[in-house]
């Protein structure tokens, strides 16, 4: 069969995992899909994927941005394969909350932060699950079994023996304390999480963290991110309503009973 020139086939061994990839993190570089999608970094590999992901930019099933603070461009979906997910997910595909709007470049570095947690969590063995946030979305939108919140992801993790399911929330910029007291009392009405957990950029925001969000009724507990994904099994939790330090396997517990 021949293909008119200029045109992409896409392959769904090969090229699908990757749009659901970029799509799922919403913003990702180049090297964390490639230490996604393999083992060991080899140029082979390294320039295959390269290839892959250049057709697609050029076809718009991605779109590629350079953004200042980064040593490489940032992926993100383009309109031709947000197109091409709508017929092949398993929940509603919508990428324009993320790719427009004044807070675009806000919204890339908790993506890419996000994503390298993700990464690191999952290279510690602690990680199960990953549910993200478009697919949470989705799910808040058509089910009416939802999510309290559009959470930036349900994890499944495991620690010492130990299984639990959390809502992850990654805080890399303060918001105000009216919005914490609005925030709390949506968390307050979360009947399908037992557990959210708040990592934080940074000490600040951790101490800020723990006095606007202490009248929740619900589990919240607050870590570093650095230090989380560095040794999630030993790394400190503290608890906003109690100012307990908790471990891992402690906040699984509580999650799954």
Not at 169 to 197: C, N, W
Request: charge should be positive; glycine fraction near 6%; charged fraction near 25%.
């Amino acid at each position: 069969m021949r293909y008119r020139k200029g045109t992409v086939i896409i392959s769904r061994e090969a090229d699908l995992p990757l749009l659901r990839l970029v799509h799922r993190a919403g913003h990702v570089t180049f090297s964390q899909v490639y230490r996604s999608l393999f083992a060991t970094k080899e140029k082979r590999l390294w320039d295959t994927l390269g290839w892959r992901i250049r057709r697609m930019v050029a076809q718009e099933f991605l779109l590629s941005t350079a953004v200042p603070g980064f040593p490489e461009q940032v992926l993100s979906l383009g309109e031709n394969g947000e197109l091409f997910l709508q017929s092949n997910e398993s929940f509603n595909v919508e990428r324009g909350v993320r790719v427009r709007g004044s807070n675009k470049r806000h919204q890339i570095w908790h993506d890419v932060e996000l994503y390298d947690i993700r990464l690191g969590l999952s290279a510690a063995g602690v990680v199960r699950q990953w549910k993200s946030e478009p697919e949470i979305r989705a799910e808040n939108d058509f089910s009416t079994m939802h999510y309290a919140k559009d959470y930036d992801a349900i994890v499944t993790l495991e620690c010492a023996g130990v299984s639990g399911t959390v809502a992850l929330e990654y805080e890399r910029t303060p918001k105000s304390s009216a919005s914490y007291a609005a925030i709390s009392r949506v968390i307050d009405q979360e009947q399908k999480i037992k557990t959210v957990l708040y990592l934080t950029a940074n000490p600040e925001l951790h101490r800020f963290l723990l006095l606007n969000l202490g009248t929740s009724r619900r589990n919240i507990v607050v870590g570093l991110s650095r230090e989380f994904v560095a040794d999630p099994h030993r790394a400190e939790l503290q608890d906003v309503r109690t100012g307990r330090s908790k471990r891992l396997g402690e906040c699984l517990h509580d999650s799954s009973h």
